[in-house]
C-alpha cells in the first residue's frame, strides 16, 4: 500500500445503502438465447475472435479475427468500423433494425503495466448524425470483454422485451436473459447485477465484473450515453465511466438492452500473453516514476484530474459561458478546481482501470442528492471532469454541488454532460431573445443562471414526458433549430449561427473564435464536434507556431491520425501528453511528446511482437480514419457541405460579443483585414461585425482546402480511391462508391476549392486535378 | 524598447523576469517551454532570469487539454 493510502477496511463511503430483493428479481429472468464457448488463452493481445449477437433471432456466434483484418484496421474502432461496413446498409440509420452496438478492446487493451490502458471504443450510427459515431470510455468492461475471449462483441437487432446480455468468462458461456424487475437507471443497476452476479460473496469476486447500461434519459433523447461500470473495492459499489459522445445509450435502449455484464475468471499482468514482457514492464515503470515525479508540477491530475483545465480555460478566455459568447467570467473562480478538490474524496487510488497511475477518475463520496427521484440519498459521484464543469459555466451556473447534481443526475438517467449541457445553453440564450419563452418551454423558465430549471428539464426528459418542448429540446440542438426556423419564431441567422452543433452533434467546452486551426479541428473531424481528434488552440492561438494553411493542416493532418491510434489499441490519451518528460523541452518538436511516441512504439512491438516504427504507427490511424470517412460518404454525408460549422464558433454574432472584446476585434480588423484605424472609428458595430463574418467565414474554407488536400482528399472533401489503395485498401465496393460520387461531385461543380483567392494566393494544389 | 513574444509585439520592461513576463501575459497554464533567443530557460531559473530588450521570447504551451 502506498504511503497515505486508506486500508480498504477502514474507509466508509457513508452512501446509502439499497437492499433489493435480488432472488425475487433473477427469478422472473426468462433465458432467451445461450451459447457456449471455448475459452482460449489471449495471444500478443488479441482474442482472435469477435462475438456476434442478433437480438431478433437470438442468434449467438463467434466470428474469427484475420491476419489482413489486423494488418488494414489494427483493432479497436479500426475494427468496430470493419464489423460495421459488413453488417449495415448506407440507408441505415440508428433506429434501423441493422444498425449495431459495437463495444471493442485493442490489442494492448488490459495491460496493467503502462497507465492508462482499459479503454473500450463504442461504435453505432449516431442518432444525432445518421453517421458514425464512435466513443471511448474507461472502467473494466473492455479488459475483461477481451479476457473473456472476445476482441470485440457487436449487437444487432433489437430484443422484443427488456434484457440482459451475459458474457460469462468464468464458465465460456453466454446469455441473453429477459430483465423485467432491474432497475434502468445505470448507479442502481449496475450494483444490482454485480451483487446477483459475483460467484461468491466478496468484494474480489464483485471486483471482476463489469456491467455497460444506460438509464432512462437515454431511453428518451438522442444524448444517451453508455455507463461502464468498475467496481471500487473500498467504497463498495460499481462506479461509472461513460462513453457519453453521439447517443450510443440511446441506441441501447432502442434495441431493449438493460445492460451488458461481462465476468472474468481471472486476470493479471500477463493475461494479454505480451511477446516481450521485459520491455513491457521496463517502458511502463518509466511512465509510472515520471507520473509520481512531475504531476504534481504539471498538470496535478492525480490531485484533480482533469478540472485543473477550469481555470486555466477561464485565463485564456476559452471557457465557455452563456453558450460561448465569452470565454472568460467574473464568477468563474466559483468553479475552479480548488473548489472540486475540497470535495473530492481523498487519498484513495482513483484510476478506471488497474495499474494507471495517472489516477484521475475523480469522485465525491455521500453527496446528498438534491432534487429528483433520488432526493435525500447519499451517493457517490463519478467526477466531475473538465467538461462537465465546463457545461456548467456554458449555462452560467456556478454552483460546485449544482454541477455534482447536474453530473450525478446526467450520467445515472445515461445524459452525455456534454450534448445536454451545450444543447440547453443554445435553448438558454434563444429563451433570452424571445425566441424560446415560458409557453414554448413547457412552462419552464429556461434562462441562463437557473439551475432548478435545468435540473427540471433532465428529470422531464428522464420520466418520458411528452410535451412538446421536451420531446424536441431531448433531440438536440439540431432538431431545435429546424423547429424554431419552422414556426418562424426568430432570425434564422441567428438561430443557425448560435446554436453550436455541427453534423449534428453537440460541441464540446472550448470557446475557438480566435483559433482558426481548432475551428478545423471541431468541423474537419469525423463523427462531429469532440475535441478528441485534436487540441490545437494553443499551438494555434497562444504559441502561434502554426501561421499558414499548410502548418495548420499539417497540424490537422498529424495530430488526428496520432490521437486516432488510441482508440485503435485501447489506450487513454491522457498520459501521453498530460505528463510530459523533465527533458522534453530540448527535443526537437516538444508538441508530439517524441519520448511518449517512442514509448508507444515499443509498447505496442512489446504486446504483438510487430517490429513498427512511429511512421507505422499514423499509418495504422491513416487507415481507418480514411476508411471511416469512405464510410460516411457511403452513408450520404462525408463532404464539404458536413463540415460546416456554426459562425459563433469563428467569431462574435451578436453586438454584444463584440463590445465585450472590441480592442481584440478592432485591431483584428486593422492588422488582418487591412482597414484603418480611422475607418473603423467611424464604423457602426454591426459592419464591422459583417466584416469579419464574410473574412472568417473564406479563412475556414481555406482551411477545409488545405486539410482536404492534405489528407488526400477531393475539394469536396472526399478520400480518393488512389488514396485507399495507397493505404492497401483494394474493396472494390468501397472503390467504386469513391469513385462514382467524385463522378457524380464532378458533374455538379463541386469538386472546386472553397476559399476565395486573390492574385497573390494559390489554392493548394495550383489547379492539377489530383483526383 | 520592445520584445516580441510568440511572434507579437510588446514593451520592454527593465529587469522583468521569465516569472513576471509570464504573469503579464496571463500565461498560467504549467506545461510551457521558455525560449530566449532560441535558448531554453530552465525552469528552476525563471525568477532570475530577466528578459533582455530587443529579445525574441516563444512560450510554448504544450498541448495538454481535451
Given at each position: 500500500m502506498l504511503e497515505g493510502q486508506i486500508p480498504i477496511e477502514d474507509y466508509e463511503s457513508g452512501n446509502t445503502k439499497n437492499k433489493w430483493n435480488l432472488n425475487k428479481i433473477k427469478l422472473e429472468h426468462k433465458t432467451i438465447s445461450e451459447y457456449n464457448y471455448i475459452k482460449k488463452d489471449i495471444q500478443k493481445g488479441y482474442a482472435n475472435r469477435t462475438l456476434y449477437i442478433n437480438l431478433n433471432e437470438g442468434i449467438i456466434k463467434e466470428k474469427k479475427v484475420t491476419e489482413d483484418m489486423k494488418k488494414l484496421f489494427t483493432g479497436g474502432r479500426g475494427f468496430g468500423l470493419k464489423l460495421l461496413w459488413d453488417s449495415i446498409k448506407s440507408n441505415t440509420r440508428w433506429n434501423s433494425n441493422e444498425n449495431e452496438l459495437i463495444i471493442t478492446t485493442g490489442p494492448l487493451c488490459g495491460t496493467t503495466q503502462y497507465p492508462g490502458s482499459g479503454k473500450s471504443l463504442c461504435l453505432t450510427i449516431s442518432p444525432s448524425t445518421d453517421i458514425i459515431c464512435d466513443s471511448n470510455v474507461g472502467g473494466f468492461f473492455g479488459p475483461y470483454l477481451k479476457f473473456a475471449g472476445f476482441d470485440a462483441v457487436e449487437i444487432q437487432g433489437k430484443a422484443k422485451e427488456d434484457v440482459i446480455i451475459i458474457i460469462d468468462g468464468e464458465k465460456g458461456k453466454i446469455s441473453i436473459e429477459t430483465a423485467p424487475l432491474e432497475e434502468t437507471n445505470s448507479h442502481m443497476i449496475s450494483q444490482q447485477l454485480t451483487q446477483m452476479y459475483s460467484s461468491e460473496d466478496d468484494d474480489k469476486s464483485r471486483q471482476k465484473i463489469s456491467i455497460v447500461s444506460a438509464g432512462m434519459g437515454a431511453e428518451n433523447?438522442?444524448?444517451?450515453?453508455?455507463?461502464?461500470?468498475?467496481?471500487?473495492?473500498?467504497?463498495?459499489?460499481?462506479?461509472?465511466?461513460?462513453?457519453?459522445?453521439?447517443?450510443?445509450?440511446?441506441?441501447?435502449?432502442?434495441?431493449?438492452?438493460?445492460?451488458?455484464?461481462?465476468?472474468?475468471?481471472?486476470?493479471?499482468?500477463?493475461?494479454?500473453?505480451?511477446?516481450?514482457?521485459?520491455?513491457?514492464?521496463?517502458?511502463?515503470?518509466?511512465?509510472?516514476?515520471?507520473?509520481?515525479?512531475?504531476?504534481?508540477?504539471?498538470?496535478?491530475?492525480?490531485?484533480?484530474?482533469?478540472?485543473?483545465?477550469?481555470?486555466?480555460?477561464?485565463?485564456?478566455?476559452?471557457?465557455?459561458?452563456?453558450?460561448?459568447?465569452?470565454?472568460?467570467?467574473?464568477?468563474?473562480?466559483?468553479?475552479?478546481?480548488?473548489?472540486?478538490?475540497?470535495?473530492?474524496?481523498?487519498?484513495?487510488?482513483?484510476?478506471?482501470?488497474?495499474?494507471?497511475?495517472?489516477?484521475?477518475?475523480?469522485?465525491?463520496?455521500?453527496?446528498?442528492?438534491?432534487?429528483?427521484?433520488?432526493?435525500?440519498?447519499?451517493?457517490?459521484?463519478?467526477?466531475?471532469?473538465?467538461?462537465?464543469?465546463?457545461?456548467?459555466?456554458?449555462?452560467?451556473?456556478?454552483?460546485?454541488?449544482?454541477?455534482?447534481?447536474?453530473?450525478?443526475?446526467?450520467?445515472?438517467?445515461?445524459?452525455?454532460?456534454?450534448?445536454?449541457?451545450?444543447?440547453?445553453?443554445?435553448?438558454?440564450?434563444?429563451?433570452?431573445?424571445?425566441?424560446?419563452?415560458?409557453?414554448?418551454?413547457?412552462?419552464?423558465?429556461?434562462?441562463?443562471?437557473?439551475?432548478?430549471?435545468?435540473?427540471?428539464?433532465?428529470?422531464?426528459?428522464?420520466?418520458?414526458?411528452?410535451?412538446?418542448?421536451?420531446?424536441?429540446?431531448?433531440?438536440?440542438?439540431?432538431?431545435?433549430?429546424?423547429?424554431?426556423?419552422?414556426?418562424?419564431?426568430?432570425?434564422?441567422?441567428?438561430?443557425?449561427?448560435?446554436?453550436?452543433?455541427?453534423?449534428?452533434?453537440?460541441?464540446?467546452?472550448?470557446?475557438?473564435?480566435?483559433?482558426?486551426?481548432?475551428?478545423?479541428?471541431?468541423?474537419?473531424?469525423?463523427?462531429?464536434?469532440?475535441?478528441?481528434?485534436?487540441?490545437?488552440?494553443?499551438?494555434?492561438?497562444?504559441?502561434?507556431?502554426?501561421?499558414?494553411?499548410?502548418?495548420?493542416?499539417?497540424?490537422?493532418?498529424?495530430?488526428?491520425?496520432?490521437?486516432?491510434?488510441?482508440?485503435?489499441?485501447?489506450?487513454?490519451?491522457?498520459?501521453?501528453?498530460?505528463?510530459?518528460?523533465?527533458?522534453?523541452?530540448?527535443?526537437?518538436?516538444?508538441?508530439?511528446?517524441?519520448?511518449?511516441?517512442?514509448?508507444?512504439?515499443?509498447?505496442?512491438?512489446?504486446?504483438?511482437?510487430?517490429?513498427?516504427?512511429?511512421?507505422?504507427?499514423?499509418?495504422?490511424?491513416?487507415r481507418c480514419y480514411n476508411w471511416q470517412r469512405a464510410m460516411n460518404v457511403w452513408l450520404g454525408r462525408g463532404s464539404r457541405k458536413d463540415d460546416w460549422i456554426p459562425y459563433r464558433s469563428m467569431g462574435p454574432v451578436t453586438v454584444m460579443e463584440y463590445i465585450s472584446r472590441r480592442e481584440r476585434y478592432d485591431k483584428y480588423l486593422n492588422e488582418k483585414i487591412g482597414i484603418s484605424e480611422g475607418k473603423i472609428e467611424k464604423m457602426k458595430i454591426e459592419e464591422k461585425i459583417k466584416i469579419i463574418y464574410d473574412y472568417r467565414q473564406d479563412q475556414y474554407q481555406k482551411l477545409s482546402d488545405a486539410v482536404y488536400y492534405r489528407r488526400g482528399w477531393t475539394p469536396n472533401g472526399v478520400p480518393t480511391p488512389n488514396k485507399m489503395k495507397k493505404l492497401g485498401f483494394t474493396d472494390p465496393k468501397m472503390l467504386k462508391i469513391l469513385k462514382d460520387k467524385i463522378i457524380t461531385d464532378e458533374k455538379a461543380g463541386l469538386n472546386i476549392w472553397g476559399g476565395k483567392y486573390n492574385n497573390k494566393e494559390k489554392n493548394p494544389n495550383d489547379g492539377i486535378k489530383y483526383w | 524598447m520592445t520584445i516580441e513574444v510568440n511572434g507579437r509585439k510588446i514593451d520592454w520592461i527593465e529587469n522583468e523576469s521569465v516569472t513576471k513576463l509570464l504573469k503579464r501575459m496571463k500565461y498560467t497554464f504549467p506545461l510551457v517551454v521558455v525560449k530566449i533567443n532560441d535558448k531554453i530557460v530552465l525552469r528552476s531559473d525563471f525568477k532570475i532570469k530577466v528578459i533582455p530588450d530587443n529579445s525574441n521570447i516563444d512560450v510554448i504551451h504544450m498541448i495538454s487539454g481535451g
Open positions: 433523447s438522442y444524448w444517451g450515453c453508455l455507463n461502464f461500470s468498475f467496481y471500487d473495492i473500498r467504497r463498495k459499489i460499481p462506479r461509472l465511466k461513460q462513453a457519453g459522445r453521439g447517443g450510443l445509450g440511446t441506441v441501447l435502449r432502442d434495441k431493449k438492452i438493460k445492460a451488458i455484464l461481462t465476468k472474468v475468471e481471472k486476470f493479471d499482468g500477463v493475461s494479454n500473453n505480451p511477446a516481450d514482457s521485459v520491455t513491457l514492464a521496463k517502458v511502463g515503470t518509466k511512465l509510472h516514476r515520471e507520473i509520481r515525479d512531475l504531476d504534481r508540477y504539471q498538470c496535478n491530475m492525480r490531485a484533480v484530474g482533469t478540472v485543473h483545465l477550469v481555470e486555466i480555460m477561464d485565463e485564456y478566455d476559452l471557457l465557455p459561458t452563456e453558450n460561448y459568447r465569452f470565454g472568460s467570467f467574473p464568477k468563474a473562480s466559483k468553479l475552479y478546481s480548488q473548489n472540486f478538490y475540497k470535495l473530492f474524496t481523498k487519498i484513495i487510488p482513483d484510476g478506471c482501470w488497474h495499474g494507471c497511475t495517472m489516477a484521475c477518475a475523480k469522485t465525491v463520496d455521500h453527496f446528498t442528492v438534491m432534487t429528483g427521484p433520488y432526493k435525500g440519498e447519499k451517493v457517490t459521484v463519478d467526477g466531475p471532469e473538465y467538461e462537465t464543469v465546463g457545461c456548467g459555466s456554458n449555462m452560467s451556473i456556478w454552483d460546485p454541488l449544482w454541477v455534482l447534481e447536474f453530473n450525478f443526475y446526467c450520467d445515472t438517467y445515461g445524459l452525455d454532460t456534454i450534448s445536454t449541457g451545450t444543447s440547453i445553453a443554445f435553448y438558454m440564450e434563444m429563451y433570452e431573445y424571445g425566441i424560446l419563452n415560458k409557453k414554448r418551454c413547457d412552462g419552464i423558465e429556461l434562462c441562463f443562471g437557473n439551475a432548478e430549471a435545468v435540473l427540471e428539464v433532465i428529470h422531464r426528459i428522464a420520466s418520458g414526458d411528452k410535451g412538446e418542448f421536451i420531446s424536441i429540446a431531448s433531440k438536440g440542438i439540431r432538431r431545435v433549430k429546424d423547429w424554431l426556423i419552422k414556426n418562424n419564431w426568430g432570425d434564422i441567422g441567428i438561430i443557425e449561427d448560435c446554436g453550436m452543433e455541427s453534423k449534428g452533434l453537440e460541441y464540446s467546452e472550448y470557446v475557438t473564435k480566435e483559433s482558426l486551426a481548432m475551428q478545423g479541428g471541431y468541423g474537419l473531424t469525423l463523427k462531429g464536434p469532440q475535441h478528441d481528434e485534436a487540441w490545437l488552440i494553443f499551438m494555434d492561438m497562444v504559441n502561434n507556431s502554426i501561421p499558414t494553411f499548410k502548418d495548420k493542416a499539417e497540424a490537422l493532418h498529424y495530430f488526428p491520425m496520432w490521437r486516432t491510434w488510441f482508440g485503435l489499441n485501447g489506450l487513454c490519451k491522457l498520459p501521453w501528453n498530460d505528463v510530459e518528460p523533465s527533458n522534453n523541452p530540448k527535443t526537437d518538436d516538444p508538441s508530439k511528446v517524441p519520448e511518449h511516441v517512442q514509448n508507444y512504439v515499443d509498447y505496442q512491438n512489446a504486446v504483438t511482437g510487430w517490429n513498427v516504427d512511429k511512421e507505422e504507427l499514423i499509418l495504422q490511424s491513416e | -
